[in-house]
């Protein structure tokens, strides 16, 4: 294909530097068009960068050439260099927006890497930066293969996140409805369906911010519970057991039978069969550190009357009527 009459006409004013702006606008307005108006390369999704620019240099070349006289042989070589430059430069830009791809292949998407606990026992993670995650049962983080490039967690479940000292970059976690901030320090976080979701921090300072751009800053001790109303901030009592999982402690502050039952099949990873009824009133209160199920049982006997059955992963409680 030649290129237009009076097109080549301002391409030799350019090459003599005689071109007006008005000419040059002319030109770059005709080569935005699109390469493939003007080249017919159907197929540039297929070719990279240099594949295009080179059969361009071809065809500026041969359009050019004939329209400018044989005795000037070094003019024109020179020529249609030049604007075979100036084409291309110009072109730049459209080649990233037609999408025709480079020589190295288009950067792929960061890879996940998925840690998850189940129940029956309390997962610690160290990650790539030296933080490390304890995983609560039930519980589910996801971060980059490139996670010390950004330090961004996702979260599904409820952990305790101890951060290294990085003031460069800070380390987030995002849940469903709450993005948590900090540089460095230790916080919890409790993400569960069909409840409130809690930030509570036990050093450092943390930043949280929801969907609606509200930001709230804790301090140590402080605890933010969130809900689809907005978020509260208080301070977290000593007694608060909170905290008590992260150090291996289970703590019950008048707990009915029901809510017992559900606890120790998510600490032990067992299966517990009972013969609760809807009268059953027992209640239980009790600070019970680094137990295995069975010694824990028997000092549940001291406050509640019941008696135990164990077979592997199997248990039977039976309860008697409470005083």
Same mark, same amino acid.
């Given at each position: ?113 998925? &840690? %998850? !606990? ?8 160290? +990650?790539?930066?030296?933080?490390? /995650?304890?995983?609560?049962? *039930? ?112 703590? &019950? %502050? !008048? ?8 606890? +120790?099949?998510?600490?032990?990873? /067992?299966?517990?069969?009972? *013969? ?48």
């Amino acid at each position: 294909m030649r290129l237009p009459s009076a097109l080549l006409d301002i391409v030799s004013k350019i090459l003599r530097g005689k071109a007006s702006k008005e000419e040059i606008q002319k030109f770059n307005t005709w080569y935005t068009k699109g390469i493939d108006s003007v080249w017919h390369i159907q197929d540039h999704k297929k070719r990279n960068k240099a594949q295009v620019e080179s059969e361009m240099l071809q065809n500026i070349r041969k359009a050019t050439c004939s329209r400018i006289p044989d005795s000037s042989t070094k003019q024109s070589f020179l020529g249609w260099k030049v604007a075979a430059s100036i084409i291309i430069l110009i072109g730049i830009g459209l080649f990233a927006i037609k999408g025709i791809p480079s020589d190295t292949p288009a950067k792929q998407e960061a890879k996940l890497l998925t &840690f %998850e !606990n189940g129940k029956g026992m309390i997962k610690k993670v160290r +990650l790539p930066d030296g933080s490390t /995650v304890s995983l609560f049962h *039930d519980t589910k983080i996801q971060v980059a293969e490139s996670f010390s490039e950004n330090r961004l967690v996702k979260l599904s479940g409820e952990a305790f996140f101890e951060v290294k000292r990085d003031t460069l970059r800070p380390f987030r976690v995002e849940t469903a409805t709450l993005t948590t901030e900090v540089l460095g320090t230790s916080f919890l976080i409790r993400n569960q369906p069909e409840q409130q979701e809690v930030v509570a921090v036990k050093t450092g300072l943390v930043k949280v911010s929801d969907p609606t751009d509200s930001i709230f800053m804790l301090t140590p001790n402080l605890r933010l519970d969130y809900s689809d109303q907005g978020g509260t901030v208080s301070t977290i009592p000593k007694s608060d057991p909170l905290f008590a999982w992260t150090e291996d402690i289970i703590v &019950f %502050e !008048n707990t009915d039978m029901k809510e017992m039952v559900k606890t +120790l099949e998510e600490w032990y990873g /067992v299966k517990i069969t009972t *013969d609760l009824t809807a009268s059953n009133s027992c209640q239980i209160s009790g600070t019970y550190e680094k137990q295995s199920l069975e010694n824990l049982l028997q000092l549940i006997q001291y406050s509640i009357p019941m008696t135990y059955e164990i077979a592997a992963k199997d248990v039977t409680l039976t309860f008697k009527n409470c005083p």
